[in-house]
C-alpha cells in the first residue's frame, strides 16, 4: 500500500510517499481502508521530534512507528478476532497510529460510526480536535457565561467556539483580523483581532488553544470564579514544546477561587460519540480549509504550520 513515511526527526521534508505492506489486525483491532486523514498539531510535533521528552514515547533517534497521521475517517476493511460492534463496510471515524496512508489499523475502540451528514473529510476533521475542545468546554460553560476561546479560528479553537455556544455561553473569539469573519460565522458573539484588539475582562472561561499572552494577562481577563483552559501552545523550548504553557499554568494556579488548568487531551469512544451526535444535530459543523492529496501530505503539513489555515486541514486519500 502508499504511505508517507518518515525515517528520521526533522520538517515537512522527511516526509515521502512509499510503498509499505498492508498492516493486519491483531485482536481487538480493525483494518481501515482510509479515506481522509486531518491534520493537527501532533502531527508536526511527532515529525519533528519536539519536544525531546516525547521522544522518550515516540523513538529517541527515529520513530517507531514510521507512518504519520493520527485522525482518521474511512471504512472497515476487515476485522481481528474479538471484535462484534463493528463490521467490513462501515463508515467510521477517530484515531489511529498512521493514518495518511491507504490503509490503517486501529483498536476498535478508538473509532465509532461516521455522523451521516458528514463526508469523509469532514469526519476525520474532528477526532483530535474537537475532543480536546470538548474537554476544555464541557461542564464548564452553563447558559449565560462569558467565554473567551483564543485562537477561535483554528482546529481546536474553532470547535471550542461552536461547542461553548452550543452549552450556552456567551463567546468571543479572538483571531487574526482576515479571519474575524470566519468565527462569526462558526456562531461567535463578539470577535477580538489578537492584534489590534483589547479582550476585556470577566470572562468565566478562558480557552487558550495556542495564544502567547502571558499567564499574568490572562488571570487579570477571568472573572473572580473563572477558570482558565490552556489547550496548546508553543512555548517551553526543545525539552517542553507544545506542553510548556500546561505545565506552568498548574503550577502557578489561579487568584482565590480562580482555576488555571493544562489540559492533556485524550481521544475516547463515548467522547466521540457525543461528537457525531452534535454534528448530526447541527450543533457542530467541521470547517474543512483545505483537502491535500496524499502525495502532498508535506505541504498539507507546512499549510498547516503557515497560520494561514482557517479550522482544519485534511488529507483525503481515496
Same mark, same amino acid.
Not at 231 to 256: I, N, S, T
Given at each position: 500500500?502508499?504511505?508517507?513515511?518518515?525515517?528520521?526527526?526533522?520538517?515537512?521534508?522527511?516526509?515521502?510517499?512509499?510503498e509499505?505492506?498492508?498492516?493486519?489486525?491483531?485482536?481487538?483491532?480493525?483494518?481501515?481502508?482510509?479515506?481522509?486523514?486531518?491534520?493537527?498539531?501532533?502531527?508536526?510535533?511527532?515529525?519533528?521530534?519536539?519536544?525531546?521528552?516525547?521522544?522518550?514515547?515516540?523513538?529517541?533517534?527515529?520513530?517507531?512507528?514510521?507512518?504519520?497521521?493520527?485522525?482518521?475517517?474511512?471504512?472497515i476493511?476487515?476485522v481481528?478476532?474479538?471484535?462484534?460492534?463493528?463490521?467490513?463496510? @462501515?463508515?467510521v471515524? *477517530?484515531t489511529? #497510529?498512521?493514518? !495518511?496512508?491507504e490503509?490503517?489499523? &486501529?483498536?476498535?475502540? =478508538?473509532?465509532? +460510526?461516521?455522523?451521516?451528514?458528514?463526508?469523509f473529510?469532514?469526519?476525520?476533521?474532528?477526532?483530535?480536535?474537537?475532543?480536546?475542545?470538548?474537554?476544555?468546554?464541557?461542564?464548564?460553560?452553563?447558559?449565560?457565561?462569558?467565554?473567551?476561546?483564543?485562537?477561535?479560528?483554528?482546529?481546536?479553537?474553532?470547535f471550542?467556539?461552536?461547542?461553548?455556544?452550543?452549552?450556552?455561553?456567551?463567546?468571543?473569539?479572538?483571531?487574526?483580523?482576515?479571519?474575524?469573519?470566519?468565527?462569526?460565522?462558526?456562531?461567535?458573539?463578539?470577535v477580538? @483581532?489578537?492584534?489590534? *484588539?483589547?479582550? #476585556?475582562?470577566? !470572562?468565566?472561561?478562558?480557552?487558550? &488553544?495556542?495564544g502567547? =499572552?502571558?499567564? +499574568?494577562?490572562?488571570?487579570?481577563?477571568?472573572?473572580?470564579?473563572?477558570?482558565?483552559?490552556?489547550?496548546?501552545?508553543?512555548?517551553?523550548?526543545?525539552?517542553?514544546?507544545?506542553?510548556?504553557?500546561?505545565?506552568?499554568?498548574?503550577?502557578?494556579?489561579?487568584?482565590?477561587r480562580?482555576?488555571?488548568?493544562?489540559?492533556?487531551?485524550?481521544?475516547?469512544?463515548?467522547?466521540?460519540?457525543?461528537?457525531?451526535?452534535?454534528?448530526?444535530?447541527?450543533?457542530?459543523?467541521?470547517?474543512?480549509?483545505?483537502?491535500?492529496?496524499?502525495?502532498?501530505?508535506?505541504?498539507?503539513?507546512?499549510?498547516?504550520?503557515?497560520?494561514?489555515?482557517?479550522?482544519?486541514?485534511?488529507?483525503?486519500?481515496?
Amino acid at each position: 500500500m502508499k504511505a508517507v513515511i518518515q525515517n528520521r526527526y526533522g520538517e515537512a521534508g522527511v516526509l515521502r510517499l512509499a510503498e509499505i505492506d498492508t498492516p493486519t489486525p491483531a485482536a481487538g483491532e480493525v483494518l481501515i481502508r482510509v479515506r481522509a486523514a486531518g491534520v493537527d498539531q501532533g502531527v508536526w510535533h511527532l515529525m519533528s521530534g519536539l519536544p525531546y521528552l516525547g521522544r522518550l514515547a515516540f523513538g529517541l533517534r527515529r520513530p517507531k512507528n514510521p507512518v504519520r497521521g493520527r485522525e482518521v475517517a474511512g471504512t472497515i476493511e476487515s476485522v481481528g478476532a474479538d471484535v462484534t460492534n463493528l463490521t467490513v463496510g @462501515d463508515a467510521v471515524f *477517530g484515531t489511529c #497510529g498512521g493514518s !495518511f496512508a491507504e490503509f490503517a489499523v &486501529t483498536k476498535a475502540d =478508538r473509532v465509532v +460510526a461516521k455522523p451521516a451528514n458528514l463526508d469523509f473529510e469532514q469526519a476525520a476533521a474532528m477526532p483530535v480536535s474537537a475532543c480536546a475542545a470538548l474537554l476544555a468546554v464541557r461542564d464548564r460553560v452553563h447558559p449565560g457565561d462569558r467565554v473567551l476561546v483564543l485562537g477561535a479560528s483554528g482546529g481546536v479553537g474553532g470547535f471550542a467556539v461552536q461547542l461553548a455556544k452550543h452549552f450556552g455561553g456567551e463567546v468571543t473569539g479572538v483571531a487574526s483580523g482576515t479571519k474575524l469573519d470566519f468565527v462569526r460565522d462558526l456562531g461567535a458573539d463578539q470577535v477580538v @483581532d489578537y492584534a489590534t *484588539g483589547h479582550i #476585556g475582562a470577566g !470572562f468565566d472561561l478562558i480557552v487558550d &488553544t495556542g495564544g502567547r =499572552r502571558p499567564l +499574568a494577562t490572562l488571570r487579570k481577563a477571568l472573572s473572580p470564579e473563572g477558570t482558565l483552559v490552556i489547550v496548546g501552545g508553543e512555548g517551553g523550548g526543545k525539552v517542553l514544546q507544545g506542553f510548556g504553557r500546561q505545565l506552568r499554568a498548574m503550577l502557578v494556579g489561579g487568584r482565590g477561587r480562580q482555576k488555571l488548568i493544562g489540559l492533556m487531551s485524550a481521544e475516547k469512544a463515548e467522547d466521540l460519540r457525543v461528537l457525531a451526535a452534535l454534528a448530526e444535530a447541527g450543533a457542530i459543523r467541521p470547517a474543512v480549509d483545505r483537502s491535500f492529496p496524499l502525495a502532498e501530505t508535506a505541504a498539507a503539513v507546512r499549510y498547516l504550520r503557515s497560520g494561514a489555515v482557517r479550522g482544519k486541514v485534511v488529507v483525503s486519500v481515496h
